[in-house]
């Protein structure tokens, strides 16, 4: 079946860091890939999305390549900040329209 | 658009007794519907799959009779919790689908239900 490994967590940076958050999947078909993030005692917000190979997402500074070679959907950010603190998911959609999310990672960044 | 709401936001309740969590999305036809659960040190998990009109669809190990599932319309679906015990204490999360199947098939999450059962 379908699968999302996420790096485990915690991340802990200082502001301005940069950051990677790894995520890998296992899909038969050709999913949808998305980044969810979850700030504390919220529900998950949609961060950005990928349909298809080589589409790269991006929203509010962060960054994914869908990567079909590698089955890879890494999150990226150029310069963390104190804001960004949260819990992100990464997660697949494919072909049996059931989702998949991975555990989570949990992003702590330090002034 | 696609905003998805939930009440109540937190319920205290004690054991014994059944809640009920609503799930609603607020602007837009929800086909299918998701509840989630979500456990200390934050994984998700998959409850269960509803669709409008239909019984709901249950995750392995995720007790039917415990976990009532309702999709009553295209905009709303509820959760009942019955004879809540402590161990039901969690973050309960719905989300809500405009499709059933296709490349475009994103989840809009509500903001979480959090449950206390004394």
């Known amino acids: 079946g379908d699968s999302v490994t996420q790096m485990e967590g915690p991340v802990t940076l200082s502001e301005e860091a940069f950051l990677t958050i790894n995520c890998t999947y296992t899909?038969?078909?050709?999913?949808?890939l998305f980044w969810y993030v979850q700030y504390p005692g919220e529900g998950l917000q949609l961060l950005l999305k990928?349909?298809?190979?080589?589409d790269k997402g991006s929203n509010k500074g962060f960054e994914a390549t869908y990567r079909k070679e590698t089955t890879s959907f890494h999150l990226e950010k150029g310069s963390v900040q104190v804001s960004d603190s949260a819990v992100y998911f990464c997660?697949?959609?494919?072909?049996?329209?059931?989702?998949?999310f991975g555990r989570g990672t949990s992003l702590i960044v330090h002034p | 658009g696609a905003v998805v709401s939930q009440h109540p936001s937190w319920v205290i309740c004690k054991s014994g007794t059944s809640v009920k969590i609503e799930c609603r999305s607020l602007?837009?036809?929800?086909?299918?519907m998701f509840w989630y659960r979500q456990f200390p040190k934050q994984s998700l998990m998959l409850m269960a799959t509803?669709?409008?009109?239909?019984?709901?669809?249950?995750e392995q190990g995720v007790e039917k009779d415990k976990f009532l599932i309702n999709h009553a319309s295209l905009t709303l679906s509820t959760l009942t919790v019955t004879s809540a015990h402590p161990e039901d204490s969690s973050f309960y999360i719905c989300?809500?689908?405009?499709?059933?199947?296709?490349?475009?098939?994103?989840?809009?999450f509500g903001p979480g239900t959090r449950l206390t059962v004394l």
């Open positions: 989300s809500a689908s405009k499709a059933l199947a296709g490349d475009e098939a994103e989840q809009f």
């Open positions: 990928a349909t298809k190979a080589d």
């Open positions: 899909a038969t078909g050709y999913p949808s």
């Open positions: 602007d837009f036809q929800a086909t299918t």
């Open positions: 997660a697949l959609w494919g072909g049996s329209y059931i989702p998949t």
């Open positions: 509803s669709n409008e009109g239909s019984k709901a669809t249950y």
